[in-house]
Structure formats: structure tokens, C-alpha cells
């Protein structure tokens, strides 16, 4: 039997739990559908899910129909947690969009369909929702057409709209052929001919669905089952089987994990090729834009980080660069293991230097359920117990697919506040767990204000959040004003150098840099002015990576995403020792030494060469009645936003251009009142641009402020000089 793992992705109350639940009974695997107003669905099973009535985790599920086995994955379609349906994206065969028929395409419609084409993952549309009053069958087709922009083929026709009695009645119409032949010469020629039988129009749909060139749209109602057995027709007939070889090499990529009643790590993979066992030991971890480069990759879109890697791995051997010839060594040694450090070298070294660990447990999916086995082959998504250090993103057996980030990552923070009988040590377990299963909350903790914050995506995460720790923890807490991520670029140069035993240097080191403006995208690139041999290559390592670190924190405290820097003088003070004794560390440079003194080199150039806060701009397309024109552009000039573009499309006024970030939620505030409802905001992430208005934003440090010399060297040697 075949396998096909399916997505199901939409807007926010578009239907995707409630047609999750009427799959599983059409296909016999529920006597009855479950509610999401009762909170008796299969998929929503956080406590928190069922209160909301909202899906926030993604969710598998599995039911047989003829001849196919689907893996279903239900995903959240609130905007908030669109990190969760990223990280389901690498492991689909296939899709299905849902689309209200009385809302139609809203803004997350619109970025989801954008993303799956840019995959190429086949995709069938279902319109829902055909029994409620205010549907609408071919307003909402064209509205597919004009806001989606991809080929459609309409699979039949809705009737009875608006009524529990509505129905949908199968049958290509003369659009199918239309749509197909903009794709295939042959068939257009043979309707040219005289004409193109059923079986061959089918069979032409089928292969272009497969190959994401079209895409199929039903109408029905999740509610009361209507069109449902027509759609998973389609989703037998036209979607592609999972791909993979089962006598492969063990190849299988990480897209969740969670936490047992018992505190153990649970994996959801999807296993590309091979075959994973229990009891089977394998590497996991860091392959080729994998494990920890998913981690660092959190910013890939909109700064750039990935391309550091790229400038690293192209310079070794010629330019000296250091950390590419680290290799796998001490890689991600550390992890967060609820609150403890965890070695993952201590769950063993495979050859290329990832951790390794043995399965201990292993279940598959079937008829709506999880089943224990012993093994599971290619094509299958399945749930691993006993590597203890895995990650999302972590690759099992030989690295295979990438995981990539398709969406921008968040653009907000906030604080978490403990609050009364919350110890911060608890807080800090607590949101450690919760950013392995989302690591895209980026957890900060500020040592010297005992703050911990949180990255977020927008408000109704932060309520999530919220209720998570108090559920689930028994923490209680809250949150200060969320504020906007920033990032500092460079604007000139600058270079500065501290001599080992001079000038009040108390470290036994020499180390000079200079720092230089990069493109944005380009990245963090490190190359060596001295010659390698000058001093031991550990000490080179130390100042790469220690470099790469205090980027982390430029002169307002943002993040430097891209710079070049060039160490310009190196030096050290050989192994001493005393006669018939051992190391003396007083006479000896160690690591230590350069990894105290660079901060403060790497700080003073960036002093000299300068840097300017940049804040995220989203790019916006606002929808609103032609009359309401002049009541918003006053309020978007005020906002900070710059209008690019201005049309009609009948009686809407079509507006986009950029807005700050953090005004978004502002505009999203202030526009039903301004368009009488009828107003509607898409935005997302687009570039960085220089903070133009207000006084320049300020992230506090967490770090041991080397801004201040004499601060940090009391932080950190318990002196001032040396």
C-alpha cells in the first residue's frame, strides 16, 4: 500500500480541524466526527486547543483509503504560529488549502499558496463551509483566481448554498481544459483535432496536479460532510505517493518534538530513505544546513546568516579561516536538556563528529492512532524515543533534506515576568522546554538584570505562552510591552589592537581587528592577516568564535548580521614552566586569555567604524472601499508607512508599499473603524531600514558589557587593569 503524507493547511477558521475530523469518519476510522466547540477532536489535544478552539501545535493522524495510506498532518492557521507549519512543510507529498466560502482568501490564504508553490507541493483546494449563510461559490473562485494568481480547475459546482441542504456536484467543466492545456501542448493540439475524451483530460490532471501545475478546487462542508467523498477522491487519484528508497542508506529529518508524561524527548521524523529500527544506533544532528545551522538559520531570510556559512566553507585552506577547519569538533556540544546542560557528546560521537544515540522505541501511524514497531521504512513519518539531545531540523542517519525556514522569523520580544511564587530558575527550565518545541522563541536570558525574553510572532503567542507555563508548569507570569527585533549594520571601518602585557592589557594576548560594512545577506565573514603558523590554532578558533559571539550584541545591543572582520595581529606567551612543576598558567597564554580580551578589541572597532540601528519593515497590501481613501492615508503617513503603490480593483482601493514592524499592530487596530469593517491588512516580513523617526532603539546587554572597559574587566578577571 501506498503512502501519501498530507498537509492540511488554511486561515483561521477555515474549517482544517473540523474537515480533519470528517476525513477520519469518511474513511471508517471514527464513528463519529469530533467537535472543535466540544474539544473532542483527534488532532487537538492540548488542553489549551481545546479551551481556545484554535490548533497551536500541528498534529498527526493516519487513516487507509484505497490503496493509499494517509499520513494527515493538521496544522495551526492563526498567523502567530506559522512557525509550526513551516516546520511540517519538508515532510508533505501533498496538500489540501482550505478556503471559507463566506470569508474567501484572507491574507494568510495568500501567503500559505505562495509558499506551496514555491515548494512545489501539489496542492488540492477545498472551499468549506458551503452550508453556512454568505457563502458564495463564484465570487469566491474569482476572488482565488485574482489573489491567488495560479491555475485552477474547478472539480464541480456547489448548490444550495447557504443551506444545511447544500451539495456538490462532481464534473470538469469547459475551465479544466482551458487551465490543463496552458501546460500541455499535445493536449491542446488534439482539441484542436476534434476534440479530448474524459479519460485523457483526467489523466492530464492528474499529471499536472502531481507536478504542482494546477490545482484542483472542491466545495463542501467539513460540518456536514458534503463534497468530502469527492475530495478525498482527488486526494486518492491526484496526489503523488511518498517517495524514497527503503534500501537506502538511513536518511530522515526531524519536524517535532515534545515532551512524554514521563519528561523523555519524543522525535517526529519523516524517514526519506532506509529503514529506521529500535535499538539501531545512529548519528543525528548537524548535516548539511541542518541541527545547529537550523538553529542559527532562525534569521537566514532576513539577515543572512546562512550566507556566513557558505563564506566560511569557500575561504578554508586559502584565507586561513579557522572555523571552517574545526570541522565537527566540540559542534553544538552543549544543548538545553530541560534546564540541565546536556553533552550530547555524551550520548556518543559518530564518525563525522555528529551526536549519536540508540532508538529505544519507535511508532508508526495507523487508522487514527500511533502503533509501536520495531521498524519503519522510507516514506513514513514516525515518532522516535531515545536520542536525548535531538533538536528540530536534526538530521537522522545521512543528512538529506535541508530544513529550510519558508517564512520570516519574528520580528517581536518581549520579557517574561515571573510572577508571585514563580522562581526564575523554574521560569528559565520552563521556557527552555517550550523553545525545544519551538525554537523559533528564541529564549534570552540577561544574567546581570535576571530578565528572560522571548521572540514572538504576535500577541496571541504571547497569550499562549502565558497559559502554557500556568497549565502545564504551574508558573505564573507576565509580560512586559512587546517591543520590535532591531539588527545594528556597519557603516564604516574601523580597527583597533591590544599588545600582550601593555597598555594595561591583563590578558596574555595579542589581538587586533578590523571591521568592515557587508551587504546585508551577506553574512558574518572572518579571514586571517597573520600568517596561521604564528601562534597555535586553537587561539585562532578562540578569537573566531569569539568574534561570531559578541556580534550577537553591536553598540545598541542588536545583533551585527553582517560585517567583515580581519584579525590583523595576533600573539601570544608561550608554555611556561617552572623547573621540576608543571603548566604555570601565570606565565602561559591560554583560551581563556583570547577569549577575554576580543570583546573589547571587537568593541572599540566597531566604536570607530560606527553602526545604525535598523528596524524590520513589512511590506503591506491593504484592501479597503474606494470611499474610505481619504480617512486611511493620513493615518499611514503617521504610521511611518510609504505607500508604493495605489489602484482599484472595482470598488476597493488597492493600496501597498512598506510599514515599520512596530506599527502593524496599530494599523490592524485602527483599520476596522476606519473602513467600516471592510478593510483588510496583509503583511509580512520584506527588508531592514535605518530608524528614521524617534530616538534610536536600545536593547539592554546581556553579555559583560565590554562598552564599559573597566565593567568588564571587573566581570570578568575581578580587576580593572592587569
Given amino acids: 500500500m501506498h503512502l501519501l503524507n498530507l498537509g492540511i493547511l488554511a486561515h483561521v477558521d477555515a474549517g482544517k480541524t473540523t474537515l480533519t475530523e470528517r476525513l477520519l469518519h469518511t474513511a471508517g476510522v471514527i464513528d463519529e466526527p469530533g467537535s472543535v466547540d466540544a474539544g473532542s477532536t483527534r488532532t487537538d489535544t492540548l488542553a489549551l486547543e481545546r479551551q481556545r478552539g484554535i490548533t497551536?501545535?500541528?498534529?498527526?493522524?493516519?487513516?487507509?483509503?484505497?490503496?493509499?495510506?494517509?499520513?494527515?498532518?493538521?496544522?495551526?492557521?492563526?498567523?502567530?504560529?506559522?512557525?509550526?507549519?513551516?516546520?511540517?512543510?519538508?515532510?508533505?507529498?501533498?496538500?489540501?488549502?482550505?478556503?471559507?466560502a463566506v470569508e474567501g482568501v484572507q491574507a494568510q490564504t495568500r501567503v500559505l499558496m505562495r509558499t506551496l508553490r514555491r515548494l512545489r507541493i501539489p496542492t488540492l483546494v477545498f472551499v468549506n463551509k458551503i452550508d453556512r449563510r454568505g457563502a458564495r461559490d463564484d465570487a469566491v473562485l474569482a476572488q482565488l483566481a485574482r489573489r491567488l494568481a495560479v491555475p485552477l480547475v474547478p472539480m464541480g459546482r456547489p448548490t444550495g448554498l447557504g443551506t444545511r441542504a447544500a451539495r456538490f456536484l462532481p464534473g470538469l467543466g469547459p475551465d479544466a481544459l482551458d487551465a490543463l492545456a496552458d501546460h500541455d501542448d499535445a493536449l491542446l493540439a488534439a482539441y484542436l483535432d476534434g476534440g479530448v475524451t474524459g479519460d485523457r483530460l483526467r489523466a492530464a490532471l492528474a499529471r499536472q496536479t502531481r507536478r504542482a501545475l494546477v490545482h484542483p478546487v472542491y466545495f463542501g462542508s467539513a460540518a456536514t460532510g458534503a463534497g468530502v467523498p469527492d475530495l478525498v477522491t482527488g486526494i486518492e487519484r491526484l496526489l503523488p505517493a511518498a517517495a524514497g528508497d527503503p534500501a537506502g542508506p538511513l536518511s530522515a529529518t526531524v519536524f517535532k518534538v515534545e515532551r512524554g508524561p514521563t519528561g523523555e524527548k519524543i522525535a517526529y521524523a519523516r524517514v526519506f530513505s532506509g529503514v529506521l529500527r529500535v535499538r539501531d544506533r545512529i548519528p543525528f544532528g548537524d548535516g548539511p544546513e541542518t541541527g545547529g545551522a537550523a538553529a542559527t538559520r532562525a534569521d537566514d531570510r532576513m539577515t543572512g546568516t546562512h550566507g556566513e556559512r557558505r563564506a566560511v566553507a569557500g575561504r578554508a585552506g586559502t584565507e586561513g579561516d579557522v572555523a571552517a577547519r574545526a570541522g565537527a569538533e566540540g559542534r553544538d556540544a552543549v544543548a538545553r536538556d530541560g534546564g540541565r546542560s546536556v553533552d550530547r557528546r555524551a550520548v556518543g560521537r559518530a564518525p563525522d563528529g555528529r551526536a549519536e544515540g540508540r532508538v529505544t522505541g519507535l511508532s508508526v501511524f495507523e487508522r487514527g492512532g500511533d502503533l509501536r514497531q520495531e521498524s519503519a521504512g522510507a516514506g513514513r513519518i514516525v515518532k522516535v524515543w531515545g536520542l536525548g539531545?535531538?533538536?528540530?531540523?536534526?538530521?537522522?542517519?545521512?543528512?538529506?533534506?535541508?530544513?529550510?525556514?519558508?517564512?520570516?522569523?519574528?520580528?517581536?520580544?518581549?520579557?517574561?515576568?515571573?510572577?508571585?511564587?514563580?522562581?526564575?530558575?523554574?521560569?528559565?527550565?520552563?521556557?527552555?522546554?517550550?523553545a525545544e518545541q519551538d525554537p523559533l522563541i528564541d529564549v534570552r536570558h540577561d544574567e546581570v538584570r535576571q530578565e528572560t525574553s522571548v521572540s514572538l510572532y504576535g500577541e496571541v503567542q504571547k497569550e499562549v505562552i502565558q497559559a502554557t507555563l500556568a497549565d502545564e508548569y504551574g508558573l505564573d507570569v507576565a509580560?512586559?510591552?512587546?517591543?520590535?527585533?532591531?539588527?545594528?549594520?556597519?557603516?564604516?571601518?574601523?580597527?583597533?589592537?591590544?599588545?600582550?602585557?601593555?597598555?594595561?592589557?591583563?590578558?596574555?594576548?595579542?589581538?587586533?581587528?578590523?571591521?568592515?560594512?557587508?551587504?546585508?545577506?551577506?553574512?558574518?565573514?572572518?579571514?586571517?592577516?597573520?600568517?596561521?603558523?604564528?601562534?597555535?590554532?586553537?587561539?585562532?578558533?578562540?578569537?573566531?568564535?569569539?568574534?561570531?559571539?559578541?556580534l550577537g550584541q553591536g553598540l545598541h545591543g542588536w545583533r551585527i548580521p553582517d560585517c567583515t572582520v580581519a584579525m590583523t595581529h595576533s600573539g601570544y606567551s608561550p608554555r611556561q614552566s617552572h623547573a621540576h612543576q608543571g603548566f604555570d598558567k601565570s606565565m602561559s597564554s591560554t583560551g581563556h586569555d583570547f577569549r577575554g580580551l576580543t570583546p573589547l578589541v571587537l568593541t572599540e572597532a566597531l566604536r570607530l567604524a560606527g553602526t545604525r540601528v535598523h528596524e524590520p519593515m513589512h511590506r503591506f497590501r491593504l484592501e479597503a472601499p474606494a470611499d474610505t481613501l481619504g480617512a486611511l492615508l493620513p493615518v499611514l503617513t503617521r504610521l511611518g508607512a510609504m505607500p508604493q503603490r495605489t489602484g482599484t480593483e472595482g470598488p476597493l482601493a488597492v493600496l501597498e508599499g512598506a510599514l515599520p514592524a512596530a506599527r502593524v499592530h496599530g494599523l490592524e487596530q485602527r483599520l476596522p473603524g476606519l473602513t467600516r469593517g471592510e478593510g483588510e491588512l496583509e503583511t509580512a516580513f520584506d527588508h531592514y531600514a535605518p530608524v528614521e523617526r524617534g530616538p534610536v532603539p536600545e536593547r539592554p546587554r546581556t553579555d559583560h558589557n565590554p562598552l564599559s572597559r573597566k565593567e568588564y574587566l571587573l566581570n570578568v578577571t575581578g580587576r580593572v587593569t592587569g
Fill in 56 to 100: 497551536i501545535k500541528s498534529a498527526v493522524v493516519s487513516f487507509p483509503l484505497d490503496g493509499v495510506t494517509v499520513n494527515l498532518i493538521d496544522t495551526p492557521g492563526h498567523p502567530d504560529f506559522i512557525a509550526e507549519v513551516e516546520r511540517v512543510l519538508g515532510v508533505l507529498d501533498g496538500a489540501v488549502l482550505v478556503v471559507s
Fill in 389 to 434: 539531545g535531538i533538536r528540530i531540523g536534526d538530521a537522522l542517519g545521512l543528512p538529506g533534506r535541508a530544513y529550510e525556514h519558508h517564512f520570516a522569523p519574528p520580528t517581536l520580544e518581549t520579557v517574561v515576568v515571573p510572577g508571585p511564587g514563580t522562581g526564575r530558575r523554574s521560569l528559565h527550565v520552563a521556557l527552555t522546554q517550550l
Fill in 479 to 550: 509580560f512586559r510591552e512587546t517591543t520590535t527585533i532591531c539588527v545594528e549594520r556597519v557603516v564604516g571601518t574601523g580597527a583597533a589592537v591590544e599588545f600582550n602585557k601593555k597598555d594595561g592589557n591583563p590578558f596574555l594576548a595579542t589581538v587586533g581587528l578590523r571591521v568592515e560594512p557587508a551587504p546585508p545577506g551577506a553574512g558574518v565573514g572572518f579571514r586571517l592577516e597573520v600568517e596561521l603558523g604564528s601562534m597555535p590554532y586553537a587561539f585562532f578558533k578562540a578569537v573566531e568564535d569569539t568574534v561570531r559571539e559578541a
